[in-house]
């Protein structure tokens, strides 16, 4: 069974960053697309990055502005989420993801495994 256990979260002022991280329990056709989703209180799920473990190709979802950067660790089987300039919007539980392909990145339905989650608070 596939393991993704995320951490890094907190709170923050506006304006601050944060470093996610999302140790994965293992490396193979399972996990070759490593996503970021993240939920707001009373919002629907939304993708914020995607990555493509094998080829390393990354998608970030237009909102962003280029505020957050994915990459990883294949050696320590670790995804990593940094946010800089983040705003109050950006508060929500983020999630870590994983299925055997990055096609349709943002779908949410299509992940086959979750992390718990880990808070992100950004106050004004």
């Known amino acids: 069974q596939v393991q993704l256990v995320e951490s890094g979260g907190g709170s923050v002022q506006a304006g601050g960053s944060l470093r996610l991280s999302c140790a994965v329990s293992?490396?193979?056709?399972?996990?070759?697309?490593l996503a970021w989703f993240r939920q707001g209180a009373g919002k629907e799920r939304e993708g914020v990055a995607a990555l493509n473990t094998g080829i390393n190709t990354i998608y970030y979802n237009d909102f962003l502005k280029g505020r957050f950067a994915v990459s990883q660790d294949s050696a320590k089987k670790t995804l990593y989420l940094e946010m800089n300039n983040l705003k109050p919007e950006d508060t929500a539980m983020y999630y870590c993801?994983?299925?055997?392909?990055?096609?349709?990145?943002?779908?949410?339905?299509?992940?086959?495994?979750w992390g718990q989650g880990t808070q992100v608070t950004v106050s004004s």
């Open positions: 293992e490396y193979t056709d399972r996990t070759r697309c």
């Open positions: 993801a994983a299925k055997t392909h990055c096609r349709d990145a943002f779908e949410r339905r299509l992940y086959t495994y």
